[in-house]
């Protein structure tokens, strides 16, 4: 099984940061294009940024400009800095292999963003 470990997030006021950190283990990551993803109460899970293995990105359009996606493949591990947070933001992000996902899902981290 894949083990995803998600990490980093938190409560933090609107305008903030936080680096959310996605461990991968079990797999070979080198081979996985991997994807961010987050799900607020009510709502589907929705992809925010993806990355392809050689490390090209790709954004949200609620989230370009104010997100970077990156990884190490030395260290199987995924970032997600988020820059200049908004109330909308609030949710459990989630990494995952980018369009064919593991059949599993981690515990995610929930971020709220609040005042």
């Not at 995924?78 to 369009?99: F, G, P």
Request: aromatic share 12%; charged share 15%; glycine share 14%.
């Amino acid at each position: 099984q894949v083990q995803l470990r998600e990490s980093g997030g938190g409560l933090v006021q609107p305008g903030g940061s936080l680096r959310l950190s996605c461990a991968v283990s079990g797999g070979i990551f080198s081979i996985y294009g991997m994807g961010w993803y987050r799900q607020a109460p009510g709502n589907q899970r929705e992809l925010v940024a993806s990355i392809t293995i050689g490390g090209t990105p790709t954004y949200a359009d609620s989230v370009k400009g104010r997100f970077t996606i990156s990884r190490d493949n030395a260290k199987n591990t995924v970032w997600l800095q988020m820059n200049s947070l908004k109330a909308e933001d609030t949710a459990v992000y989630y990494c995952n292999r980018w369009e064919t996902n593991f059949g599993y899902w981690g515990q995610g981290t929930q971020v709220t963003v609040s005042s």
